[in-house]
């Protein structure tokens, strides 16, 4: 039984400095410095998007008088367009292609 | 297998301290593939910690008692289902639950962010390899489920009766994935500061984790409530004990946090306040898991024998003063992008709703730290009751329950006058209409139940309304009939609408909770058989008593030695109701003191409820039958007389002559009677809760959102090119 205990540590263990040492050994990656700035524009163009879609159903609930629902809609079109264009700049600076993922 | 589990510890605490410095390394120095490794010591410390369980679990369902977390927990008598739950029931398998909890879920949340947010999650991963190392280090040094007594005694001391329900196998795991989970969101948020990216990514991450503790946080709340009310012997669902309320505390922080960030998401508003709330969040789940392990306070929760009080109020310590550290520092980044339009907004409501539940933290945080504080100051012991818990909650209570219909109705960053007027007429009148058909069917005027009944008529209809317009608008826009379009409206707005449907189930459990404490009837008579009793409408008499002998006959399956109960009919006008079996059950000691039989029964007696639920009422009873009467025990003393406790199969025949005498001659017996009503619709409110939570958080299918993402991107390049944009421009 001892020896069996051992034998399960010893794997354990092994299997434990396989799985640590992986990235280690593989080549190395450098750091794409846009990365996380791409990550947050595209985060912030689903969240606009979402409020648009949100202030959409506002309006047709109700909740928001046409006037209000425009200058509204107006403003959160403009402020989406500013992260689609920054969005783009980015993604043209680094040559990536696929903007929807 | 002990040392294999005491070597799976040990290998644990070197996995947590290489991943902590291998994460702070390649976050530093922006060596990612350090950063990499130090995530895969996360799913490590999962698997290291699964062998470990899965090594305990294994000694308790052999009952190798060799083990002494075993020996003291567990027993040959104990029901292999509950065996199975008994792991958790000390502190140190409980420890180890927490742990492998965390891990697992830490390990998910890693993987799931493992392309996305990488600085913050690098930070959030050296964190919560801090938190494994902290439980860890408690095994290791302090309260080792491992550690083994040779010889093993022949049988364990048994599982506390208490805890043999079914509801108890569920409600530690799940109250414990809410703590372990709020940890998460402290993490990402602690991260967050460090690398300076409190942004749009940062909130969509962090929504959905403090989202999952929030509903497994919530479902053990009401998992633990459920078992309170059917098991104990005392009728309640809430008694404001200190353990329940540390478990209600992250549950209030964490709902105002997912309100207030979507505040942060739409408006960049509150940053402050929300970084405040999410580690205030972990800091308080972090202090309910101390409760329990430092027996400062009393509870039917805390764990007896060795306090872990020092190491958990320094792991608090250093948790506040690095919040208060990080958001103070880093204050500049955490300025509000705009200010608030208008107070007749769904900001001004949310900000009003976040006040109210913090105000609610913060009144039941007084009253459960007081006993200490005072002790403290004064040297005197001080407690405070359901009393002074009701008298602050219950009016910010009703507060909630109107915020959470008012809010739904307004719109984002400015609503008219007009609108609100037309929106709210309808739900004005239902609340005043509710008042007014309940005072004349004759509901009496306990005011605080009237205003709860009208303040949740106010909201339910509120937020009935939106899924009406929000239908009928679907409807003119996708030509569907009225089901097809309330499912699609659901379907395509998951957060919002399974939000409204979690409001729904407050308003439904607020009503259960007002109805059944203010109008419940309850009397606590001493009945002999063919006796009644009145309680409210109903008529409960004691037909006849029951009794059952050996742990393989206890009908409520908790391996009782002796079962005493009673047979009760239940009618209302003359009319059969229900027939209950109430009972108590007897079980062994460690006591030899007790004598050979009367060890057999000394252990601590535990109700076994009967009732008789309903949607309108509930009738509930427990039974304590009195075991002391003067036959019974000369009974108990010839048997400790002549049957050694090598015997114990004589003694159960001693028992069963105890049994018989007891149903032949049965004594009166104290029942306590309970009618209250419509208690069902909390467990209701409560499901409702759960669903509106699981829909909210559920991801919206790839393809939905990726055509979403296609429609509104066209949409916004048509408008640049098109005429459209000089519109926008000058918006």
Redesign the interface.
Known sequence: ??LL?AV??LL??A??ML??????R?A??R?DPR??EL??L??????K???????E??Y??????AE?YA??D??L??E??DI?NRLSALEDEGGATN??Q | ?A??GS??LL?ALG?CV??IG?SLYGVRR?R???S??GR??V??LA??LT?AFVVLEIAFLRNDFTFNTVADTSSRTTPAFYRAAAVWSSQEGSLLLWAWLMSMWSSLVLFLTRR????VAAYATAILLGFGGFFVSLMVFYANPFVTTTPAPAEGAGLDPLLRFPTMMIHPPMLYSGYTLCIIPFAFGMGALLAR?V???W??AIRRFSFAAWLFLGIGIMLGASWSYSELGWGGYWGWDAVENASLMPWLTGTAFLHSLMIQ??RGMLKVWNASLVLATGTLAIMGTFLVRSGILDSIHAFGGQTLGVPFVILIGVMIAGSVYLVVTRRDMLRSEHRLDSLLSRESVFLANNIVLVGLCFVIFWGTYFPLISEALTGKEASVGPPWFDRYTVPLALVLVLLSGIGP????????L??AR??FLAPLIAGAGAVLVLLAVGVPGDWKALAMFACAAFALVCVLQ?FY??TR?RR??ANESPPAALVALVKR?R??YGGYIVHIGIAVLFIGVAASSSFQRTIEPTLSVGQSSKVGAYTVRYVKPTATVSPADDAAHTGSTLSLGAVLDVTKNGRHVATLYPSEGFYASDEPSQGSVGSLIGGQPVSHVAMDAGLTRNVWTAIAPDIETPQLKRIVEIGNRTIPFSSPEDGLIALAVLARSYLQHPPPAEFHLIVSPLVMWIWIGGLIVAGGGLIAIWPAPSALR?R???L??AR??R??SGDA?Q?????
């Open positions: 039984m001892n205990v399960l540590t354990l263990l299997a434990v799985v640590l040492s992986a990235p280690l593989a190395r990656r750091p990365s996380a990550d947050e595209r985060a912030a163009r689903e969240a998007y979402r409020e648009i879609r949100d202030a159903l506002d047709r609930t109700g909740k928001l008088s209000d200058a509204v107006s403003a079109r403009a989406a367009l689609l903007v929807s | 297998m040392i294999l070597a799976c290998l996995v290489y991943g291998a922006g990612p593939e350090w990499e490794s895969r010591a799913y490590a698997g290291v062998v996305r947010m990488r600085d990216r942004d749009a990514e909130i969509r998401e739409k109705v307004i719109a984002w960053r400015r609503a008219t007009a609108n037309r929106n939106e317009r929000g608008a003119a826009m707005n957060r919002r990726r979403a993402t296609a509104a991107g916004g390049r408008d640049r944009a519109g926008l421009a000058g918006a």
